[in-house]
């Protein structure tokens, strides 16, 4: 008799299902890294995973209006299309807390702060190490 791996209740996940992706690339690789996170993100999504997206280090840049705009990788949707399919289907942004003190502040020089994606929470990594326990994490 051939083992069976048991399939999870889709409509009832479990703690140990979720799923967090951590995106710590920024813009020095053209939002490729981004855009896969985003992409394993809706994927998740898609398999009915409570999934969450932590932007922390040069990765906190995705938080933030406009920055992912006029970036698309090819083969794939414009990142910030991927941003706004994933919040839209339900998944969880966290922008690190410590890492939104230091970019919110605006440019170097001068110029107005800048503004968090609506929709996008602040949490630390207690926040995301409660929503790591027991389940996947994926790093990009």
């Known amino acids: 008799m051939v083992?069976?791996?048991?399939?999870?209740?889709?409509?009832?996940?479990?703690?140990?299902?979720?799923?967090v992706v951590t995106l710590t690339s920024g813009k020095e690789d053209n939002g490729k890294n981004a855009t896969?996170?985003?992409?394993?993100?809706?994927?998740?999504l898609s398999l009915g995973k409570p999934t969450t997206i932590?932007?922390?280090?040069?990765?906190?840049?995705w938080g933030y209006q406009g920055t992912a705009q006029g970036i698309a990788v090819q083969g794939f949707p414009p990142l910030?299309?991927?941003?706004?399919?994933y919040l839209e289907a339900g998944g969880e942004v966290?922008?690190?807390?410590?890492?939104?003190?230091?970019?919110?502040?605006?440019p170097p020089g001068g110029g107005p702060p800048v503004k968090k994606l609506p929709g996008i929470v602040i949490g630390g990594f207690t926040?995301?190490?409660?929503?790591?326990i027991g389940g996947t994490t994926i790093s990009f």
Request: overall charge negative; aromatic content about 4%.
């Open 80 to 85: 910030s299309e991927l941003i706004d399919q």
């Open 36 to 44: 896969m996170a985003f992409s394993c993100g809706l994927a998740s």
């Open 54 to 61: 932590f932007l922390t280090s040069d990765g906190a840049v």
């Open 3 to 19: 083992p069976t791996i048991p399939t999870a209740d889709v409509d009832t996940p479990s703690v140990n299902e979720r799923v």
């Open 127 to 132: 926040t995301v190490v409660d929503r790591a």
């Open 94 to 106: 966290i922008l690190c807390s410590v890492c939104h003190t230091t970019c919110s502040v605006g």
